[in-house]
């Protein structure tokens, strides 16, 4: 029998489920030969798969120790579907796992916080918008130039123990409502936000006009003046960070 992926979709099938899922033929020899060679093949998918997590969440496995890390990672890989993954998507549902195996809110967000940022690390390239491409433009002008969320941007609240570890490195994160990932360019950055940065990002996730993005955000309840204050302010600290792109 012929297999257009040369037989992988089956072999994962058969490492998750059991040699009883191998089809027949997929292999020449004795199926205690075969079985032989599946255990050997398995054995080096679960040691790369065990290296791929060490490598993915290193803050992660600091924190809670090697012994930790690594009888979660164990347990983990064995979980249905998570062999057939590629190594650069192993790790997605490594955080929600390790809250379901009792781990503390705060170590799952560590993970989540290292899943993202090596999200942000891969994410298609982008031309951040600048301050200096709205510079001299008329208020309507600006109004509607569009903008959307760069690739590689993301915002959002973390536990407590993400803010003291990470706000070790970052100065005024241990403070923040949030914690921006961005790469403008080559380098990851991450720095403080606001739960507005953080709003207003979610919102630019498809295109649309500045004067959009400022009347949605406008519609929380708060002071007039000094909520429209801090919806602008919040706009230029993602424009400044790299974390918006011109549509």
């Known amino acids: 029998m012929r297999w257009h992926d040369g037989g992988q979709s089956a072999m994962m099938q058969a490492l998750d489920y059991g040699p009883a ?18 255990t050997v093949h398995a054995n080096t998918i679960s040691h790369a798969r065990l290296v791929a997590l060490e490598e993915t969440f290193p803050r992660t496995r600091e924190h809670i120790g090697h012994d930790r890390f690594n ?17 650069a998507e192993i790790g997605a549902q490594f955080p929600t796992f390790l809250r379901a195996a009792d781990e ?9 916080f290292e899943w993202l940022w090596l999200q942000s690390y891969h994410a298609a390239d982008g031309v951040p918008l600048h301050l200096g491409a709205l510079a001299g433009l ?8 569009r903008l959307a969320r760069h690739p590689a941007a993301i915002a959002g609240t973390f536990a407590r123990l993400v803010h003291d570890l990470i706000g070790a490195e970052v100065p005024g994160l241990g403070d923040a409502d949030a914690i921006l990932i961005a790469r403008p360019h080559a380098d990851v950055l991450v720095s403080p936000a606001s739960a507005i940065m953080a709003d207003l990002l979610m919102a630019a996730e ?14 929380t ?13 919040s706009l230029i600290a993602l424009i400044n960070a790299g974390a918006l792109n011109a549509a």
């Open 21 to 38: 899922f191998l089809p027949e033929g997929l292999f020449a020899g004795s199926p205690e030969r075969v079985l032989a060679g599946m």
């Open 104 to 112: 503390s809110e705060g170590v799952a967000d560590l993970a989540r």
């Open 221 to 233: 309840p708060g002071s007039e003046a000094a909520h429209v204050n801090a919806i602008m302010q």
């Open 206 to 219: 498809n295109p649309l006009t500045i004067g959009n993005l400022l009347a949605a955000a406008s519609e």
């Open 71 to 87: 009888a979660h990672s164990r347990l983990f890989i064995q979980q249905p579907g998570v062999t057939a993954a590629a190594l």
């Open 138 to 145: 008329p208020p309507e002008a600006v109004l509607q130039h």
